[in-house]
């Protein structure tokens, strides 16, 4: 008799191995996953019942703060990161959950704004994007290079 994977599994969307490390833990889990058009950042604890958002930030709310770029660029994200930090003031330690995104300079600059802030992840610092593409130079270099105007 053959065993069906669990549908989560099967659509690549959860790695339960990793997901079971992660829990084992006992911390709360510093999430950060990007879309086509955002970077949410969340903290989010275990509950057998279903995991607890405690708190979170997406980019789109750095639009309060005037921002007018676009939301799902390195600069939005190490911001995103920031903020989260900011809105969760408790003093915790928390573990890091990039789901199965392995590399990206988005996620890592959302750690970066996140640990910034004041919120204790343990990471391995060569992960972080270089500081010039945090505060957006590689933007601005385009925008100067480029002979049509496009607006980010």
Known sequence: MKVVPYRRKREGKTNYRKRLKLLKSKKPRLVIRKTNKYIIAQIIDYSPNGDIVLNQAVSKELKKYGWNMSFKNIPAAYLTG????????????????????????????ALKGAVDAGLKVKFNESILPDEKRIVG???????????DKIQF
């Open 82 to 109: 920031y903020l989260l930090g900011r809105k969760f003031k408790k003093d915790s330690e928390l573990v890091l959950d990039i789901g199965l995104q392995e590399k990206g300079g988005r996620i890592f600059a």
């Open 137 to 147: 130079e590689h933007i601005d270099e385009y925008l100067k290079s480029s002979s």
